[in-house]
């Protein structure tokens, strides 16, 4: 869960960091990045009740 949770977060990121240098497809890669940062978070919430 912790690698998926990392792969989604570091995609998100990527995404959202290239957007600025792709203008016409600037807020498609906005989204996906937001997106992704967000099941980023959502499967680490998923998980924390493993962790007890």
Do not use: D, H, W, Y
Not at 19 to 42: D, Y
């Amino acid at each position: 869960m912790a690698f998926l949770s990392a792969i989604c977060l570091f995609s998100g990121v990527t995404l959202a960091g290239m957007a600025p240098q792709r203008s016409v497809r600037q807020a498609t890669f906005e989204g996906a990045g937001g997106g992704l940062i967000m099941l980023g978070l959502v499967i680490i919430g998923a998980a924390l009740p493993l962790f007890r």
